[in-house]
């Protein structure tokens, strides 16, 4: 049920060059700021001479312009479980499209995402669909405000991202253009920290509107009794409890983590795999939260979330044909299995080549990344840079090691193999006590930092 499968790969390094990706990276640094249009899809997060610009993709493979083919990890940001170009969820958008993507009233599609959502998300009774995370979790943030009547949101600053917008952006190192006065208004608590919530609380007295979180990530499960803990501070203090199920929905079970730890939050945002990556978000929460942005209401109306495109037929398509996949397969579990054949293998084959402690691969089978650390141990942009490189030379393309249900045993293989060239060089590396002489170019740099790199990104040898 996959469109155009891919031919035989190689892990021989000389089989690959770059040329038309290299012209296409420049050429979209001429016209587009940063040179993608996600900061994460950045070319200053691959190695400075090899930016593959992808032009299709199939499954768990994709292919650029210059024809390399690879087994790739990350599946679109995490938003893709089921593989690229799955037949029925390309069915259902194709059908749904030609029916009409927008119209003038509801449509159908509306109600049946609706039903479907709500008829799985614990506690969920009401929902509002959007295109992308950031506005629905920008939306949780303004009903928490308006329901408060406080102004402060404690985000978890031990992780990494939350929303495009003022309210989380002006808590971040990229705060240029936001004012001053928004910055001064989010918070920030610990992970498996109550101590740190409670302190928080008691800084800004009856200020606090929200927590939000994600109630886990990739690596890092909530502890003991802390998010039964976040839930009894919330209705103590009168806090509304937002989780963001942007990654876990759909990964850690089809209700998200919610339903896995049993721990239900007032507001939850998803995205990402909910429409196996096509572009639809949504809102879900309790009732008397939500109708503050309806008509059923004797409050301040509170302006929830209305766009011209966000009940679109194809993004509601999708997401109903990725619930049905979910309730006809154990989806969560192909992508358990697959990410346990890949911990064993990335392991064996780690310790094969002597880099155990210094690759180690980390995280819920469905959600793993890796580390990568200097001869001292410490975590180095450098070597990770170097061992991105040796893998995207041998066919792999990993931010991440986040599989899809389409990864298969082959696939791993191919992974492994391409993991004990890279983790050779790597070795070597390490030996040297440098990158220097391995690593092409400058290092990967965060996402999310101040200043851009110093060296100019797109530039050539």
């Known amino acids: ?35 993608a249009h996600t900061y994460a899809r950045g070319s200053d997060q691959v190695p400075e001479h090899i930016t593959p610009i992808i032009e299709h993709g199939v499954g768990s493979k994709v292919r650029d312009v210059d024809g390399n083919w690879y087994v790739e990890y990350g599946q679109g940001l995490r938003a893709v479980t089921l593989g690229y170009g799955y037949q029925p969820v390309v069915d259902a958008v194709t059908e749904a499209a030609r029916g009409g993507v927008g119209f003038s009233r509801p449509s159908v599609w509306e109600l ?5 959502l709500l008829g799985r998300v614990p506690g969920a009774q009401m929902v509002k669909f959007a295109k992308n995370g950031s506005d629905v979790t920008t939306a949780a943030v303004r009903l928490a405000r308006a329901a408060t009547g406080r102004d402060v949101v404690a985000v978890c600053g031990t992780q990494p991202f939350f929303s495009a917008d003022d309210w989380f952006i002006g808590a971040t190192p990229m705060r240029a253009g936001v004012p001053r006065r928004d910055r001064e208004l989010t918070a920030r608590f610990a992970y498996n920290d109550l101590a740190s919530v409670e302190e928080l609380l008691a800084q800004h007295p009856g200020q606090v509107a929200a927590f939000v979180l994600e109630p886990a990530t990739a690596t890092a499960e909530p502890a003991p009794g802390f998010l039964e803990g976040l839930r009894a501070l919330a209705d103590a203090h009168g806090v509304v ?24 939050p007032d507001l939850s945002c998803w995205g990402k795999a909910l429409g196996n ?12 939260l939500m109708e ?14 209305s766009s011209t495109h966000g009940a679109e037929t194809t993004g509601l398509a999708a997401m109903l044909a990725v619930a049905d996949a979910y309730d006809e397969r154990d989806v969560v579990g192909e992508m358990t299995r697959a990410g346990e054949t890949l911990r064993e293998a990335w392991t064996r084959v780690a310790a094969e080549t002597g880099v155990s402690d210094h690759v180690p691969v980390l995280g819920r089978p469905t959600c793993m990344v890796f580390a990568t650390r200097d001869a001292e141990g410490r975590p180095s942009q450098a070597y990770r840079t170097l061992f991105i490189q040796e893998m995207i030379r041998r066919g792999v393309l990993a931010p991440s090691l986040v599989v899809s249900a389409a990864h298969t045993d082959a696939d ?15 070795a070597q590396a390490l030996d040297a006590g440098t990158t220097d002489g391995f690593l092409e170019g400058r290092p990967v740099a965060p996402a999310l930092r101040e200043h851009a790199a110093p060296r100019r990104i797109g530039a050539s040898r």
């Open 1 to 35: 049920m996959l469109l155009d499968a891919p031919p035989h790969l190689t892990t021989d390094p000389r089989q690959r060059t770059f040329t038309r990706s290299a012209a296409a990276q420049r050429r979209l640094h001429e016209m587009v700021p940063g040179g």
């Open 112 to 116: 049946r995402a609706a039903e479907r």
């Open 241 to 264: 409890l937002v989780f963001d199920e942007m990654i876990t929905g759909m990964r850690w079970s089809a209700g998200g983590a919610q339903e896995v730890y049993g721990v239900t």
């Open 277 to 288: 990556g096509f572009s639809v978000s949504a809102l879900a929460g309790r009732r008397e």
């Open 292 to 305: 503050l942005g309806g008509l059923n209401t004797d409050e301040p109306r509170v302006w929830l979330l």
């Open 412 to 426: 791993i293989e191919h992974t492994a193999e391409a993991a004990r060239g890279a983790m050779t060089v790597y």
